[in-house]
């Protein structure tokens, strides 16, 4: 047999998390929600885009200024010890293998490059 309290709690109980859902689930404020940076994944992303555009010819001043902006970037993004950490180090480890890979092919090549292009023009 149920007790009076316990019916009116299940149906509060549902109440809440009816609303609690339902506050999920609403889309957040369009400039409020800042897009989240896993450091690895993006070091490992961009040491790949800028290992091969190295073993593809491109010049080294050009990366390095690329390495420069993307480490400024993760810095504010995530700070300094998650920069130091994940996001260099897996950097690093994408670009050591990219470019003792052998040449990639010339559409590779030219992705390559695109990418570089699109991580020099990246805010």
Do not use: H, N, W
């Not at 309290?5 to 339902?22: D, I, K, N, R």
């Not at 001043?61 to 996001?87: F, I, N």
């Amino acid at each position: 047999m149920r007790s009076g309290a316990a019916s009116v709690f299940f149906p509060l109980f549902g109440l809440v998390l009816t609303a609690g859902v339902a506050g999920a689930q609403t889309p957040p404020e369009p400039g409020a929600a800042r897009p989240l940076v896993i450091p690895q994944v993006e070091g490992e992303r961009q040491g790949k885009v800028l290992g091969r555009a190295l073993a593809c010819g491109a010049e080294r001043e050009r990366v390095d200024r690329v390495l420069r902006s993307g480490r400024e970037r993760m810095m504010a993004a995530v700070g300094r010890a998650l920069t130091e950490e994940r996001y260099v180090l897996a950097l690093d480890d994408a670009m050591r293998l990219e470019t003792s890979l052998p040449a990639p092919s010339a559409p590779a090549c030219e992705k390559a490059l695109a990418g570089l292009e699109r991580l020099e023009k990246a805010p």
